[in-house]
């Protein structure tokens, strides 16, 4: 089982170089979307893995409410961009 | 006992804390902010704090980015006010001066913001009650007697614009950096005396 986490957390390490390397600022938003829904997907598995229902109750929180927040912080962008 | 995947995730915080610090853009730096704390809650996850987690991609990541933009927006700017009219002409002076304006201020990560007014003396008073960092105005150099002579010739009158900025750090910079020949720089002090009472 740990081989299938190595290989999350090696797909994990490609929107995090992406957000490194690429100055534009909505394809930083893009890696921040991939990394958010990564990490959370990764909590469900291993509170799935460790038989842990508290983890994958806050990973279900952290998986919606992250993605709201994800369009209100571009909502703000792209009007500062705009305007 | 600890899993091996465990020390692998918790060297992913370190890794993205490096990203943030040598990031100069604000608006950069905070998506990363977002992307450190997406992380974090990760690794509080794993290590069994599942309030901890919670707690830091509710505030950590969603809370206190939505703010710091909201504050880096309306503070990293610079406020041009202008006359109404020079909206309506769209003179090619005009926006070529705005568009250099642009292109000097955006290498401070500022962001331009165009105030427009009615008429002269409401822009002079909007710039001493500080309501505008600077103000643009109009100012033609030719005489009434050569601008006959022109218009019977068929030469274009030559405009230019005065700048006046009243706050002295965004004046150093455009001194500097403001290449525009059709426009003169101006610093004036405005009193603070409306802050005392």
Redesign the interface.
Known sequence: MDSILIAMILALLIPIYEAWQDDNIWQKMLAFASIATKTSIMMLVISVLRDDWSIGVVAVIILSVGEAGLMLLAHLIKQCRLG | MI???VY??VA?LP??AL?LVFQV?P??AL??R??LG??S??VY??L?A??V??TE??VG??LA??LY??AV?SSLVMRLGILKEFKIEKESYFEELIANLRKVINKYHL?L?IVEYSNSKALEQALMAKEVHATCIKQEQEQVDTQNQNSTTGIDIRQTYHTTIRVRRLFEIMKTELTFPETTLDYVTVSNEEDKH
Do not use: F, Q, S, W
């Open positions: 899993d091996n995947y692998v995730i992913l890794l993205a990203m853009n608006y950069n998506v990363i977002a992307i997406a992380v809650a990760l996850a794993i069994g599942a309030d987690a919670l991609a509710l990541t969603m980015v939505t933009v909201v927006r962001r913001e």
